[in-house]
């Protein structure tokens, strides 16, 4: 599985953006989809993942993202509305070794390139 990320970008606080994802090898409706994301100094943290087990977000998120697939173009989307400052980080799209979404970063095999997201106050 292959995985390219893109959309990131200098946004405003309260802005949004629109993160995509675009996937090869596997479909993204056929494995746990799910966003990443790491400030500077920080460790990777979990976003948001949609697989078989539904669709789990982060509760500094919730509300504000929304991820969604595409069979037809086999893309996933993050959209970020109302981002903060805190939101600023390099995100990363994953897929799964199943259909499962989880938390866990070690549940998922392949990973995109990422793509930087900075908000500004």
């Known amino acids: 599985v292959q995985l390219q990320a893109s959309g990131g970008g200098l946004v405003q606080a309260g802005g949004c953006l629109r993160l995509?994802?675009?996937?090869?090898?596997?479909?993204?409706?056929?494995?746990?989809m799910g966003w990443f994301r790491q400030a500077p100094g920080k460790e990777r943290e979990f976003v948001v993942a949609?697989?078989?087990?539904?669709?789990i977000y982060a509760d500094s998120v919730k509300g504000r993202f929304t991820i969604s697939r595409d069979i037809t173009t086999n893309t996933v989307y993050l959209q970020m509305n109302s981002l903060k400052p805190a939101d600023t980080a390099t995100y990363y799209c994953?897929?799964?070794?199943?259909?499962?979404?989880?938390?866990?970063?070690?549940?998922?095999?392949?990973w995109g390139q990422g793509t930087l997201v900075t908000v500004s106050s």
């Open positions: 994953a897929a799964g070794l199943s259909d499962w979404g989880t938390t866990s970063l070690s549940d998922y095999r392949y």
């Open positions: 995509s994802c675009a996937a090869s090898g596997r479909t993204v409706s056929s494995v746990a």
């Open positions: 949609v697989g078989l087990s539904g669709t």
